[in-house]
Nanobody, 115 residues
């Protein structure tokens, strides 16, 4: 059974930091593109950051220079370090594991940034 379990969300003031973690089980973690997406109320789910098998990264323009995605294959964990948070970063953040043959999602963790 595949599980992606996110943690690290919470309430933080604007300008603060949070680190999200996602632990994967039931997949060969090292062969998956890992990503973080967010979804604000009434909006579509959007890519925040992704990290490829070889370590190449991709970020949404809105988070470049503020967020960093990292993966630890030994721990089957992907992280999202979020700095200089803004109220517009408020959303549910979802972990994603993708290969051409599958696409798995976690349950999400709420991030709320107060002004």
């Amino acid at each position: 059974q595949v599980q992606l379990v996110e943690s690290g969300g919470g309430l933080v003031q604007a300008g603060g930091s949070l680190r999200l973690s996602c632990v994967a089980s039931g997949i060969i973690f090292s062969t998956n593109i890992m990503g973080w997406y967010h979804q604000a109320p009434g909006k579509q789910r959007e890519l925040v950051a992704a990290i490829a098998v070889g370590g190449n990264t991709n970020y949404a323009d809105s988070v470049k220079g503020r967020f960093t995605i990292l993966r630890d294959n030994a721990k089957r964990t992907v992280y999202l370090q979020m700095n200089s948070l803004k109220p517009e970063d408020t959303a549910v953040y979802f972990c994603n594991a993708a290969r051409p043959v599958h696409d798995y999602w976690g349950q999400g963790t709420q991030v709320t940034v107060s002004s």
